[in-house]
């Protein structure tokens, strides 16, 4: 217990200036979202019908969606290792390549936990002051976010976790960075958004055209089952992050 207790306190050393910065700046952003949407709804005379809300509630999910990415993204930690020597001479202490990896992970859960009730406080917030109820999908697009974010930080971390010095790490840092950006540009493509922003024909937005569809995947997106898909996906995605964190450790110390 001592030792995943000083492994996570030193992942936190490093990334404390980092966890400060984002919930700074998601209090911020979410503070300057409840304040325009109050306006706004003042100067309507409130939500009059359920598409109003509907958009509502998807322009509320875009601040819970930025926390899920931000808590659970990688804070340069390992560039940090590589420039102190510290990823080398972690290869002859006694923690082993899986007890780090845990580590990297209990850091990440517990700042996202924070995260998390924010988002919840943050919704609540959001029920007060707009009559609201967008606590299921904010939620649920904060995990969303979480899987999606921790799934791409685990292709960069296959490729970057192979070098051993600065100057390889630059080189590879470059691929990985590379591969996240045409994994995001197949993504985007996926749901129907073309290089310029424009709407492709056969993509998922295209096919929203449709009230019936539309309607149909709102109350989708904001039921439980989508949450619970939401969180399962995220259990998925960390587990294929320790898989390959760990995997990559252990390569190293061969």
């Known amino acids: 217990m001592a030792l995943y207790k000083s492994l996570v306190y030193r992942e936190f050393r490093l990334s404390r200036s980092y966890y400060i910065l984002i919930t700074l700046l998601f209090v911020l952003f979410g503070t300057l979202v409840l304040i325009g949407m109050r306006v706004g709804i003042a100067l309507e005379g409130g939500l009059d019908n359920d598409a109003e809300e509907g958009i509502s509630i998807l322009i509320t999910s875009i601040v819970p969606a930025i926390g899920g990415f931000l808590s659970a993204r990688d804070a340069n930690n390992y560039k940090k290792d590589v420039k102190s ?132 995947l709102f109350d989708f997106l904001t039921s439980f089952t989508f949450l619970a898909i939401c969180a399962s996906a995220l259990i998925v995605a960390f587990a294929v992050y320790f898989i390959i964190v760990s995997k ?4 190293r110390e061969a």
């Open 85 to 216: 020597g510290w990823a080398s001479y972690a290869r002859v202490l006694p923690a082993t390549a899986k007890q780090r990896a845990f580590a990297c992970i209990l850091l990440r859960l517990g700042f996202s936990a924070f995260m998390c009730l924010l988002t919840f406080v943050w919704a609540i917030l959001v029920r007060t002051a707009a009559d609201l109820n967008s606590t299921v999908p904010n939620i649920s697009m904060f995990l969303a976010a979480m899987a999606l974010t921790v799934l791409l930080d685990s292709v960069y971390s296959a490729v970057v976790m192979r070098t051993r010095d600065k100057k390889a790490f630059r080189k590879v840092a470059l691929i990985a960075a590379v591969a996240v950006i045409g994994t995001i540009e197949l993504i985007s493509k996926l749901i129907g958004r073309g290089e310029n922003g424009e709407l492709l024909d056969d993509g998922l937005l295209d096919k929203l055209k449709d009230p019936a569809s539309s309607q149909k």
């Open 248 to 251: 990559s450790l252990e390569r």
